[in-house]
């Protein structure tokens, strides 16, 4: 499948990295590729610049937003949820339209210095906000719950004993995303929650999430639901 | 010990019962005990009036909330979350003065109609609301992201393979409640996620705990951290 991924963040690239291994054909989409290209520096995690990693992975093209949005049959934001409805305005209403949207990021508010507050609300979501902006893209919300290198290979934490949630309001994008999620990545345990106004409650759950990294020291864990 | 339980609701009738259980010394504190004994129609949920329960569990006392608070040596809040202030006042500050408070309550608001919405934040809480109202308590939230009969008998699902979060500013009040989940409940893992600020987290699961309900069509399940 062409998949476009927004964002060359840690979950753009662990995204990228997965689906290209997977045999999809992978464009990601930055604002800026030429900048993006041309940065030298660590990103603020330490991890080498992008550049080192696109020549690490051949299988995977750079483009712009737009690139990525007309490349894509699905398409994956994995941009910083604060700057999400900037970057699918620069994809292209057009590019987005009858699209399955993976919607897979959080907001996080800088403006009261760090650590970033989550941006959540009882009343709306992110997810929403984009389905609302972009009626005719076809938005699931998953995966924005746990670090990036659980998402794309939850088998290597417990054997994959864990879960992800989608919801969406489309029946059947949620059920590509939930192929991709359990047939593609090994998702053993894939709960769907509904319409996508439970995306309120799934990103809700980033702060608890933050002060369980704090408390075990590092990302690699997960919630399941034991039931 | 001699436990204060405010509140006579569903949590609040499931913890007198298993602390009484466990034989300690328990009375649950209500705003007007006549007006509580005097009911006669079934609760919401269709669960007989509490003058039912009670004499079905006759080690367990009944009396105000200034009763219950003066009573224990620990003290739980079991009532609704949006009237947990009013009820702690009337249980009265010098009741409280140096007391280990369990609070376990989540706050709904009931004012845009049905389902109720959660009242949450992530720059405040409920449980730092009491600590703040109440400076001379020592408050430790824990119990509030499960449904009642998962709080008190975690041995019952799954054979307590899951989990359940403590926080607080106190450690020696933490120590306590953490030793009565752990060796009075059964609980086999006890995540303490740091001070008191990390209910903002953990009273945020309550929008996908509901979500999850729907899904599951059950209340008996509950979060495990896997890592």
Redesign the interface.
């Known amino acids: 499948m062409r998949i476009g991924i927004l964002g060359t963040g840690m979950v753009g690239k662990a995204v990228a990295a997965r689906l290209a291994g997977l045999d999809h054909e992978v464009l990601v989409g930055t604002r800026d590729p030429a900048a993006t290209l041309a940065r030298e520096e660590p990103d603020r995690y330490g991890n080498p610049p992008f550049r080192v990693w696109l020549e690490q992975h051949p299988d995977v093209k750079l483009g712009g937003f737009a690139d990525a949005a007309a490349h894509g049959e699905l398409l994956v934001n994995a941009t910083a949820g604060e700057a999400s409805l900037d970057a699918l305005r620069l994809a292209g209403e057009a590019n987005l339209d009858g699209k399955v949207l993976l919607d897979v990021a959080n907001a996080l508010d800088y403006s009261?210095g760090m650590p970033p507050?989550?941006?959540?609300s009882?009343?709306d979501s992110l997810g929403e906000r984009i389905q609302r902006a972009f009626p005719a893209a076809r938005v699931v919300k998953a995966l924005n719950t746990m670090s990036a290198l659980v998402m794309v290979n939850p088998r290597q934490?417990?054997d994959g004993?864990?879960t992800v949630?989608v919801?969406g309001d489309d029946a059947e994008a949620k059920a590509l995303v939930t192929g991709l999620l359990a047939d593609g990545f090994g998702w053993r345990d894939v709960?769907?929650?509904?319409g996508l106004s439970?995306a309120?409650?799934?990103e809700?759950?980033l702060?608890?999430?933050?002060?369980?990294w704090?408390?075990?020291q590092?990302p690699?864990?997960?919630?399941?639901?034991?039931?």
């Open positions: 009261r507050t989550p941006l959540v009882t009343t934490l417990a004993d864990h949630f919801c709960i769907d929650l509904g439970a309120r409650g799934t809700m759950v702060p608890v999430w933050r002060r369980l704090g408390a075990l590092v690699m864990f997960n919630f399941k639901v034991v039931r």
